[in-house]
């Protein structure tokens, strides 16, 4: 859970080369995502409002084993996997909306079914991702996010984020140094 310099300086100090953090650059200025999701993200004062705990982990949304924020539309569709018939026609309805013809996509559901239904599965939850992601549309909609959410309060420019985490992760190592330091007089 890696959001802010903390982490960064922890995760340095253990040997890390690098950190993912997806959910924090979700929630910079320039990121693409709705505005009501960011202001969801960030304020847990919002109704919705994420703290770390509003998270869920599953695979019966899309198939595919990831974390998404708490709402009631993440809560029904986690529940259990979606029928065969829905996933179907879902995959087929977001392969029509991204102008790929179905001949190309029934000869893979024939071939390769476990790949291709996992593929189809995240096909027919890309409407709940839309929803949240572009209309952000919280009550209807899926949005992904990592248990750092809770520890997001702001919205600053990618510039303001990247500045602030390195010199405080800075500052953390500098104070680090100079606590084993003392040990070698």
């Known amino acids: 859970r890696v959001c802010r310099w903390e982490g960064l300086a922890a995760a340095i100090s253990l040997g890390a080369d690098a950190v993912a953090m997806g959910s924090r650059f979700a929630i910079t200025q320039e990121s693409g995502l709705a505005q009501r999701m960011k202001d969801i993200v960030s304020n847990a004062d919002i109704d919705g409002g994420s703290t770390e705990a509003d998270t869920l982990y599953g695979k019966h949304f899309d198939g595919i084993p990831a974390r998404v924020l708490r709402s009631r539309e993440s809560l029904r569709l986690n529940t259990k996997p979606a029928s065969l018939p829905f996933v179907i026609s879902r995959a087929f309805a977001a392969a029509r909306k991204m102008n790929i013809p179905l001949y190309k996509v029934i000869p893979g559901l024939l071939t390769q079914f476990d790949k291709m239904y996992i593929i189809a599965q ?12 572009v ?7 899926v949005q992904f996010i990592g248990q750092s959410q809770g520890l997001i309060g702001d919205i600053p420019t990618v510039d303001d984020l990247v500045q602030r985490i390195v010199l405080d992760a800075i500052e ?14």
């Open 122 to 133: 995240f096909g027919a939850a890309t409407e709940s991702l839309m929803k949240a992601t």
């Open 172 to 185: 953390c190592s500098k104070h680090s140094n100079q606590t084993f330091s003392r040990g070698e007089q």
């Open 135 to 141: 209309d952000g549309n919280f009550e209807e909609g």
